[in-house]
């Protein structure tokens, strides 16, 4: 009889359960496409500017109503993942609003709620917020004795160039700007611990060095590269050349300072985000500092650079090292040489390694030689240069694809090809003069196209005497070929005084 009941009431429950699903009805709910929003390009926009965007909404059920949806506009840097870091931006269907984000790169999002279902519609993009001075070359003229910085502003979204002469002025910049121009530099001075002013755009005269704000190129007395110094600091202290490390160890930034004392000062983040006023330029066994010549080769870690009193290189064993020592017997060094220039390859091709070259004079016979070396290992290139004009050359440069040497005299560029020990003519500007000549260093090039082809470019600055002193410069970027062929021009602008230095505010 029990077994009789259980069937019966388990007859009753499916019976039930077979009426209750025929009581449920179905409806389609109001799907929403998002149409006429980027997602693959994003967009770009100016710091405080009004920044417009009027995405189109399709609805499965013809729901076109504002008062239909509910809307929310977020941001939150492209670098971060986490939804937590969301900050409203807008509630409106369309975006129309005045952008006061600091200049950088965002992800921003839309998102549609259903009023009626609840559901949510959304969708996201990049959003790059930009000024008029957000990335490009920065020029500094000489201009009858006085320094301008000129710029040839980067659009990313077109890669073209909008040229800024008197930048400083055109941003309202305070910044002082007396004195000889002698350098622009930029790089990444602080690695960890991140804060808003960590991209160094240092600007030097003979009479001061300032950096500027990295976005606004805005100054602040506190700017001046005294307060990047630690120590009994005297005014007016300031760099006559800077060198750094190129080279984005994720950890680290060195850079090296050669002062208008004669003395060589390191910076370093391993050092507590500063100059130590210690000069470097001392023997580890003691004595006053000897007088060095401006140019150093570092890797971040160890540092070549040259005693001008002397006439030999010096070794320093690390940047928190406040001496140097002669380098080893052993990696073969040439002495008794004045050093004309020096610079390393901090961006060799793959399966080569990050050399240095020096070109070195003899005081006595005036013969010029090319000195080639890894650093901590022993030279593998010493011979004189015997290519033409070089005993009137007072530029020069190395090519980091195939290690040509270009060097200039008065109008005229050569390329010198160690192996050969021959010089090939390159450029002849005729009665213009080369002010400027370099492969250009750009701070943690690699994943940027664009960086690494400028980079292997030879960038040559030039000017006519006889034209007027703020507008008589031109500034041309020249692609190298390979087997000695004749270089072919790409890039040009004019419009430029007397080039003395050139680097980029790159964008990582």
Not at 204 to 221: G, I, K, L
Not at 322 to 347: E, H, I, S
Request: net charge neutral; aromatic share 14%.
């Amino acid at each position: 009889m029990r077994k009789i009941i259980s069937w019966c009431c388990i007859l009753i429950i499916f019976s039930s359960c077979y009426k209750d699903l025929g009581n449920y009805h179905y409806h389609d709910i109001n799907n929403v496409t998002i149409a006429n929003f980027d997602t693959v390009n994003g967009y770009s926009t100016l710091f405080n500017d009004t920044f417009r965007l009027s995405p189109t909404l399709v609805s499965s059920q013809n729901k076109n109503n504002d008062s239909d949806y509910t809307y929310s506009w977020t941001w939150r840097p492209s670098n971060v993942l986490s939804a937590a870091a969301d900050s409203l931006l807008s509630t409106s269907r369309n975006l129309n609003k005045l952008i006061t984000l600091a200049p950088g790169s965002y992800t921003l999002m839309y998102k549609v709620t259903d009023k009626t279902t609840g559901v949510q519609f959304h969708i996201k993009t990049l959003l790059v917020v930009s000024t008029a001075v957000y990335e490009g070359f920065l020029v500094l003229n000489d201009i009858s004795g006085k320094a301008r910085l000129d710029m040839l502003s980067f659009n990313k979204s077109n890669s073209t160039f909008t040229q800024y002469t008197d930048v400083l002025q055109k941003q309202g910049s305070t910044v002082p700007m007396d004195g000889q121009p002698l350098q622009v530099f930029c790089m990444v001075y602080i690695r960890a611990g991140l804060v808003p002013q960590n991209y160094g755009i240092f600007l030097s005269t003979s009479n001061n060095t300032n950096r500027v704000n990295q976005e606004t190129f805005a100054w602040d007395p506190t700017y001046n590269i005294r307060y990047l110094m630690v120590g009994n600091v005297p005014q007016g202290v300031s760099a006559q050349h800077l060198t750094g490390s190129y080279i984005n160890t994720n950890s680290s930034t060195t850079i090296y300072m050669y002062a208008n004392d004669g003395n060589m000062y390191c910076y370093s983040t391993n050092a507590g985000y500063a100059f130590r006023y210690t000069p470097v330029n001392v023997y580890s066994t003691g004595g006053t500092p000897f007088r060095t010549a401006p140019w150093v080769a570092t890797d971040g870690s160890s540092a070549v650079f040259y005693d001008a009193d002397n006439r030999n290189f010096v070794v320093s064993s690390g940047v928190g090292v406040a001496y140097v020592q002669k380098p080893a017997p052993a990696l073969n060094y040439p002495t008794g040489y004045d050093l004309l220039w020096m610079d390393c390859n901090y961006y060799p091709e793959a399966g080569q390694v990050k050399r240095t070259f020096a070109v070195l004079k003899d005081p006595v016979t005036s013969k010029i030689y090319l000195l080639r070396f890894t650093l901590g290992s022993a030279q593998d290139y010493f011979q004189e240069i015997t290519g033409t004009d070089i005993s009137t050359a007072n530029l020069f440069t190395v090519s980091p694809d195939y290690g040509y040497l270009f060097y200039s005299s008065g109008g005229k560029v050569y390329e010198y090809d160690l192996a050969l020990k021959q010089s090939f003519l390159m450029v002849d500007k005729g009665s213009a003069q080369i002010s400027y000549l370099s492969f250009l260093h750009i701070y943690d090039r690699y994943g940027n196209a664009n960086y690494v082809n400028w980079s292997k470019q030879l960038a040559v600055g030039s000017y006519d005497p006889a034209g007027p002193v703020n507008a008589n410069g031109t500034l041309e970027q020249y692609t190298i070929q390979p087997v000695n062929g004749q270089i072919t021009l790409g890039n040009q602008w004019t419009g430029f005084g007397k080039i003395v230095s050139l680097a980029y505010r790159a964008r990582f």
